[in-house]
Each structure stands twice: as C-alpha cells, then as structure tokens.
C-alpha cells in the first residue's frame, strides 16, 4: 500500500526562526516607518513615543501578515506584539511593546477575541496599572459565522481588526483623550460583522502539513484565520452563490435597512489571488445595491492572511460622517497608505 507524503515547500531557513527573522526583514524594508525590538519581538513606530498621543497597542500569534506589525505608523499602530505563528504573545511582550509605545496619555490595547490574547492583555494591563500607565481595552467580536470555537469564547476577532486599527488611530493623532479613542473603536467593533471562507487549508511553519484536509471542490463555510472549522462544509458554488452565503448572515446580524452607508472590506486569506477578490467585491456590491445599502468607502486585498491559506472574507461596517472621516484620514504604514 503506498501513501502520500506532503512536502512543505516555504521561503525558510530554520522553521523555528521564521518570525525573528520576518520582523528583521519589515524593520529592513521600512526603517523609515518602523523598528523592531527583537528581544521582545515588538514591531515599534520609528521615531519612539509620541507625546501627548494616546498609543494603540495589538498583536498576536504570526501569520497573518500584515497583520500587525504592517499597520504600525502614522495614522494606525505604535506597538505591534508577534508570537509565535498562530501562537499569543506572551504578556512579557506586551507590557514592553507598551512601555516603549507610551506617550503619556495613556494606551488603548486592541485585543482580537482569542483566548491567548485575551488573557495575556489582561495579565499585561493589570501590570501596566501598577506602574500607573492609564489602559483601556477593546475586544474585537466581529465574526458572524461561529459563535464559540477551538480558540475563543463567543465570537471571533477577525477583519474588522484592521478597520478599528485605522479609524481608533486616527481619533488618535487629533490628540483625543484616551476615553474617546476607546469609545470609537468600540463604536467600529460594535458596528462590524465578518464572515469568511476556505477552499484550501494552510500549513504551519513548525508542524510541516496541513491543519485540516478539504477536497477539491469543496468549500468551508465560516472558516476561523487559525483553521478552526465554520458553520459547514459544502461545495463550492459560483462567486455569486459564496458571495451570498458570505453576506447574507453578516446582513441579518447587522440589521442594515435601505439607505445604510457601510464600508464594504474584502478580505484575502493568502492564496487567493486579486483578480478573485474583485469578483468577490463585485457580487458584494451588487448585493448590497439590491438591498438599496451604498457603498461608501471600500478595502479589497490581503490584510489579514492565514499563511498561504486560500479564501476570503466579508467585513461590513455601518458608517457615518464621523466614521467616514477617519477612515479618510491620513495614514503611513508598510501595509496601508494614503493622505500623505
């Protein structure tokens, strides 16, 4: 009886020093944006702390670049913490990436819905307070497709990530208390809802094979970004029926009624090449036209990947006038630019 071996092919030297050595390659490729500690493995904004500017702090596990460490600089993050691939930052780490980030008005820690990084803030946080450094944070539940998996409690943290990451640290750089900057990133997270799909599953640096196996064809529906398994498994229909299925549940969580004004985010897990995500784009647009929801700002790439994994994502935010020129503002990172 034979059997097939999987290979892993990936760009590495030593497995184990794959995230070491991709923040030692962000901080080459953006030294005018970024520095990285690599003792702590904090992806920082170049320059040091920012007086008087509340600093917003994220991370967690690897592999989903750019996320975070691609969204520090002007206009989003100071501090971005890298664990290990799929893997929390220890709190270590956070309490250093917010020590350097802070500028003394304090720091909002952006926490995506995991276990890990919910805990670890927290433990970070509390050590913060001790040495008197202000702390605010927000959880990000976006996810419409699971309500508990294999690394949360309710719902996961997914895309809007990125959009609360924008707008919360655009509040920021008008020098707004640390009050109102956590008050308008809950309003995004409160406002967002995702869902996203696989056709293929990824493989971890460490582990050498797949998380989970899918046939061709074959298509899992409300898929987590660490692999965690969706709603179901099914077979893979045209981008009109995956686009449907992907926003109609984020559409009923939402509650949006005709007239809404949303910012319409497709997201690219990591193998699935742009010219599938504008198709995808386009069946979400002409499916909120239906509904009679304009489109008022859009986000169409890979923001947050799964490593090579190949699907997508839906991300919905309700908009309005003060949401919109936020997002608008300007912003300079390695993964997100405009306005400067």
Not at 203 to 220: L, R, V
Request: hydrophobic fraction near 40%; include cysteine.
């Amino acid at each position: 009886m034979s059997t097939t071996e999987h290979v892993m092919s990936k760009f590495l030297n030593n497995p184990d020093d794959i995230v070491p050595e991709s923040l030692a390659g962000l901080e080459a490729a953006h030294r005018d944006l970024v520095t990285v500690d690599a003792e702590n493995q904090v992806v920082l904004r170049a320059g040091g702390p920012v007086e008087g500017k509340v600093a917003l702090v994220s991370g967690g596990g690897s592999g989903h670049e750019p996320l975070h460490g691609g969204f520090v600089g002007l206009g989003m993050l100071d501090a971005a913490c890298a664990g290990a691939v799929f893997t929390s930052p220890v709190p270590d780490q956070m309490l250093a990436g917010s020590k350097a980030a802070d500028g003394g008005a304090g720091v909002l820690h952006i926490v995506k819905n995991y276990t890990g990084d919910v805990l670890n803030f927290k433990m970070a946080a509390d050590m913060l307070d001790d040495d008197g450094v202000q702390v605010e944070t927000v959880l990000v539940n976006d996810d419409v497709a699971v309500e508990d998996s294999l690394y949360t409690a309710g719902r996961r943290g997914t895309g809007a990530t990125v959009l609360l990451e924008k707008i919360a640290g655009a509040r920021a750089e008008q020098r707004a208390s640390l009050q109102e900057v956590a008050a308008v990133a809950q309003r995004v997270n409160d406002g967002s809802r995702s869902f996203g799909v696989a056709l293929s599953s990824c493989t971890p640096p460490s582990a050498g094979s797949p998380i989970f196996q899918i046939s061709q064809g074959e298509i899992e529906l409300g898929v987590g970004i660490h692999g965690e398994p969706g709603r179901r498994r099914g077979q893979l229909g045209s981008a009109a029926e995956v686009a449907s299925q992907m926003a109609t549940p984020i559409l009923d969580d939402l509650g949006l009624e005709s007239g809404s004004r949303v910012l319409a985010f497709v997201n690219g897990l990591g193998g699935t090449p742009a010219i599938e995500l504008y198709v995808l784009y386009g069946e979400l647009s002409k499916l909120l036209a239906d509904r009679g929801i304009e489109v008022g700002r859009s986000l169409v790439g890979s923001y947050i990947t799964s490593l090579e994994m190949a699907g997508a994502s839906f991300t919905l935010l309700e908009l309005d006038s003060e949401l919109e020129a936020l997002w608008d503002a300007p912003v300079h990172t390695p993964a997100l630019r405009w306005g400067v």
